[in-house]
């Protein structure tokens, strides 16, 4: 986010951070290419092992009141996603015991059950097909160690998954189903600012008049006209920034009251939210608050604030709604001299990283590591014009991470990201932001 006054600007700093790359290119003049997301509508197997049950089928001529595939595995084997997506839910009940959900274009979600613990990523965090998200495990209502594997449509169970499947045949980690899933195929994936429950990423703004908007993306790049949720914001409240703070995979909204209170806005996913819910005090005068992202390798989404003082901490997210109590804070750090800070999964590896701008127009890629962040890489320079830089969700719908970033003059750029950290040529989606007093 945009802090509410232009100030001269120092390099980010951070004594854990010490390294930096030499010869950093410019994001108009990346020029290298990343492994493709999958666009053949085809899933793949997402754990080896022997097919003892289908859907409906137990397998040995027997009917079973059954809604997935179960894969035997040993105890601790690897389980993948099935096909690019979105982490939706990362919890355990007493049937499914740890399991993980994802959401796919089309319709789809996946389940991951009976896993040792609970899934690797947060929920809002982009997956890839063949990417790891799990291991076998044997909780819940589980006679042995083996993979659920679930597929539904619609909210409904897709029982045509069996026709992929042979009963007491053995099959392969990553490799294909042969079996193609109508609607799957090429499809935007959405994070924490899919507001509308569309599966694709909206933009937050604050108007020239106050009014708290949200701009429905097309999931291209672009965005759909404004639709007003809130009124009064433009002098009570700042920091309005995306998330997914109660793991429900819909987005959600913190903002800074003027009190200082930091309020959570917990979405409907139809484009509404709940009441607001105050979740810490002190907050009104923080320099940045930027979310979106796992930070501490927990599988929840956190919060990170920059402090008036330079120092930066992450607040534990507790996947609920609410904060941990294990926050983690550098002091030695003097953050205060990033004129933008914006969170996001930039590299794919499921874990939270950092962009930051500097007063020379330095952007700086910092990947993330548990509970910190790995050696600062210079991946673009020419950034000082901007008014606004935001973004760590996808806007163009190829399953990678964007930044947006504001002109004085109106103009909003979209910056598309490569999945390593890196940034693309950039694209000009419209001329007519230059009135709106925020963007998030």
């Not at 993979?147 to 409904?156: D, M």
């Not at 989404?301 to 534990?316: C, F, N, R």
């Amino acid at each position: 986010m945009k802090r509410s006054s232009r100030v001269r600007l120092g390099r980010i700093g951070f004594a854990a951070v010490l390294a930096v790359i030499v010869g950093a290119l410019a994001p108009s003049l990346s020029t290298s290419t990343p492994a493709l997301a999958a666009t053949d509508g085809q899933m793949v197997n997402p754990a080896s092992g022997n097919i003892q049950s289908k859907v409906g089928d137990g397998c040995r001529g027997n009917y079973r009141a059954h809604e997935g595939i179960d894969i035997s595995a040993p105890g601790g084997a690897p389980i993948v996603a099935a096909y690019d997506g979105i982490i939706k839910s990362r919890t355990v009940n007493s049937g499914y015991g740890n399991y993980t959900d994802v959401e796919h274009p089309g319709g789809y979600v996946t389940r991951y059950a009976h896993m040792a613990s609970p899934g690797t990523y947060a929920p809002g965090t982009p997956v890839v097909r063949g990417q790891q998200i799990g291991v076998v495990g044997n909780t819940g209502n589980s006679p042995a160690y083996h993979l659920h594997f679930e597929v539904r449509r619609n909210g409904a169970v897709h029982t045509a998954i069996n026709n992929g499947f042979t009963c007491l045949a053995n099959v392969t980690r990553g490799s294909l189903i042969p079996l193609f899933l109508p609607g799957l195929g090429t499809g935007p994936v959405a994070a924490s600012a899919d507001f509308n429950g569309d599966m694709k990423a909206d933009l937050l703004l604050v108007a020239g008049n106050g009014d708290l908007r949200y701009r429905a993306g097309t999931g291209g790049g672009s965005f759909h006209p404004a639709i007003t949720v809130f009124n009064g914001w433009g002098n009570t409240r700042r920091h309005v920034t995306h998330v997914d703070f109660n793991g429900d995979g819909r987005g959600d909204i913190f903002a800074a009251r003027s009190d200082g209170a930091l309020e959570f806005y917990a979405g409907n996913g139809s484009g509404g939210f709940a009441p607001p819910v105050s979740v810490g005090t002190g907050w009104y005068e923080t320099l940045h608050i930027t979310s979106g992202a796992d930070y501490t390798g927990d599988g929840r989404q956190d919060v990170i604030a920059v402090a008036p003082s330079g120092v930066l901490t992450i607040y534990q997210g507790n996947g609920a709604g609410g904060f941990g109590s294990a926050h983690v804070t550098f002091p030695e750090s003097n953050w205060s001299s990033a004129h933008f800070l914006i969170g996001g999964d930039f590299d794919g590896d499921g874990r939270g990283d950092l962009i930051g701008v500097t007063e020379t127009g330095s952007l700086d890629f910092y990947p993330g590591v548990p509970n910190g962040f790995a050696a600062r890489r210079v991946v673009g320079e020419g950034w000082v014009e901007f008014t606004a830089v935001l973004g760590g969700v996808d806007y163009d719908g190829d399953g990678r991470v964007d930044l947006l970033g504001r002109t004085p003059a109106g103009e909003l750029y979209l910056y598309p990201g490569r999945g390593d950290g890196m940034f693309g040529t950039r694209k000009l989606i419209s001329s007519d932001w230059a009135d709106h007093l925020a963007l998030g």
